[in-house]
């Protein structure tokens, strides 16, 4: 059904393919999104799977040990109300959709599906990271449709449009398209030492790369300088990228960079952050691998920050 559909080769070397939903091997075929006589012959094609949400959380069948994310759209169907269903794409084998659910009170029990939470799969590697990856483009997709189901424009409800990656107002005219919010994210470097910090809400101990959401109109480099010196008061000269992120909580663009300190002095926004201080590469090594003495710890691995810190411990970033 999507025969002369070309993939995206398995491994480029991508620094960013080592973080938690990053992976995405999937072809999204947009060209053929617009054409509706195609996507409902995927949708009746016995080979067609979907990837199915339910609260915002991913529902898996139990298989064996392990669980199978896959479902059939008439499987889907019986675990609850269909609200969307969006067309992810296709990979050597079939066609993908995603589908947002409301489960219904006689849905199959729980000894043969589960809810899982998405941080929950990526980090204890419940499913492969081929597989986290479009579950990541599924929720940020149905989080936006869940909460764009009215015009922004004029208020009067939109519908769903091109497979699921544009909604329309016939009141207006007005189309919507789904959007990702873009976050910098940036190592602070002086020499062998780099600035982290911590927020309220961290697990106790770890301290992670600076964050922040862009804002109109700025740069990424910018965005960058601003977001330091308003949690921590350092001054920033350069700012090289390094890596970049999808992260599905709902829909963001974690943009990596490392940045070059021009001064050490803090002066902490309490407001964002609990704690910041200066680590060596050696403290940073320590804390990637669990062994720093004051028991000092990093983000886990589906996070890019410890791509970054990684990077930068390693000596291959800064």
């Known amino acids: ?11 480029l070397g991508d620094r960013s393919a080592s973080a938690g939903f990053a992976v ?8 053929r999104r617009q054409d509706v006589a195609y996507l409902e012959a995927l ?11 339910c609260d915002g959380m991913p529902v898996v069948k139990r298989a064996g040990d392990g669980f199978d994310p896959f479902f059939t759209l008439s499987e889907a169907a019986e675990l609850g109300a269909m609200r969307e269903t ?7 084998r079939s066609a993908l959709f995603a589908s947002l659910i409301e489960r219904a009170e006689d849905a199959p029990v729980e000894e043969t599906i589960a809810f899982l939470d998405l941080r929950l799969i990526a980090t204890q590697g419940l499913l492969p990271a081929e597989i986290v990856g479009p579950l990541g483009e599924a929720k940020s997709l149905l989080t936006w449709h869940a909460r764009h189901r009215f015009c922004a424009n004029c208020g009067a409800p939109s519908r769903m449009l091109a497979g699921g990656w544009r909604r329309g107002c016939d009141a207006c005219g007005a189309q919507h398209f789904p959007r990702t919010d873009p976050v910098v994210i940036m ?19 770890m301290y992670s790369c600076l964050a922040g959401f862009m804002e109109p109109g700025e ?5 960058v300088r601003r977001e330091v010196a308003e949690e921590t008061g350092v001054g920033v ?14 829909s963001s663009l974690m943009i990596g960079c490392v940045a ?20 060596s590469r050696e403290n940073v090594r320590q804390m990637l691998g669990r062994t720093h003495p004051a028991g000092f710890t990093s983000p886990s691995r589906v996070a890019i920050a410890n791509l970054m810190m990684t990077a930068w411990a390693g000596g291959e970033a800064g």
């Open 24 to 31: 995405n091997r999937l072809n999204r075929m947009a060209v």
């Open 260 to 279: 070059e300190a021009l001064t050490r002095d803090l002066s902490l926004d309490d407001r964002e952050l609990e704690d910041a201080r200066w680590f």
């Open 237 to 250: 000269g350069q700012v090289d990228y390094l890596a970049s992120q999808p992260w599905p909580f709902p």
């Open 219 to 223: 740069t990424i480099e910018d965005a």
């Open 43 to 53: 949708r009746r094609s016995g080979e067609t799977r979907t990837l199915v949400l």
């Open 1 to 11: 059904m999507h025969g002369g559909a070309k993939f995206p080769p398995p491994d």
């Open 187 to 205: 190592l602070v470097v002086d020499g062998d030492d780099c600035l982290l910090g911590r927020g309220p809400a961290f697990a106790p101990k």
């Open 86 to 92: 969006v067309f992810l794409g296709a990979d050597e």
